[in-house]
């Protein structure tokens, strides 16, 4: 594991031009596997925001979405995205963490980049282009056991 762009990762810009927000930074680590990122956004959020909040949040915005599933558990081994889990599949597992008391919002993303990242995000789009179900031929259970 290595962190590939502690700070001024190319995607930085776009993530905060999507957000609306000046105050969002990105760090990107890298599993040294044949496939897989993690990504690490650190934002700071108005006082008082909860986790039912970001609840509603999150599936505001990915609830919808195919290949997104949401990762934020209390307990357990996988409280967080992991990138080994994803291994062969064209989903991106998001999740956060939330420092309250300093309103530290740190958001968290995870894909195996060959799948997500590049070759299944072309057929995704192909499929869209000619009309197909977004999901036709990206539908692997993966590689993790």
Not at 29 to 49: C, D, F, K, Q, Y
Not at 98 to 114: E, M, T
């Amino acid at each position: 594991m290595r962190s590939f762009a502690p700070t001024g990762h190319r995607h930085e810009a776009e993530v905060r031009q999507a957000l609306g927000r000046e105050d969002v930074h990105l760090s990107v680590t890298t599993i040294e596997l044949v496939r897989g990122v993690l990504a690490t956004a650190h934002a700071w959020v108005r006082p008082g925001l909860d986790d039912k909040a970001l609840w509603r949040a999150y599936r505001a915005a990915y609830g919808d979405e195919p290949f997104v599933r949401i990762v934020h558990e209390r307990k357990g081994i996988y409280r967080h995205p992991e990138p080994k889990l994803l291994a062969g599949t064209n989903l991106a597992d998001v999740g956060w963490d939330l420092h309250a008391a300093s309103g530290r919002l740190v958001a968290l993303a995870a894909i195996d980049n060959l799948g997500n990242g590049a070759a299944g995000s072309a057929v995704q789009c192909m499929n869209l282009m000619l009309g197909w179900d977004e999901t036709l031929g990206l539908q692997f259970t993966g590689l993790h056991p």
